[in-house]
């Protein structure tokens, strides 16, 4: 039986955690500028709902 080869393992391992570690850099780095545009959007979209479009003609 072949014995198992833990530095091998091990290296996986540690690319596994540095390829994690590099998503979520990038992930934070595309994020920051789109979060205060997320926190706008439904705001927006709630009030332009709830406002008519020309509040000077009357809706029928």
Sequence with gaps: MATPN???EKRQRELAKKRKAEEKRQRKLS????EPD???EPQAD???ASAPANP?????
């Design 6 to 8: 833990y530095s091998y």
């Design 31 to 34: 994020g920051k500028p789109d």
């Design 38 to 40: 997320n926190a706008d």
């Design 46 to 48: 709630g009030d332009a």
């Design 56 to 60: 000077a003609e009357p809706q029928t």
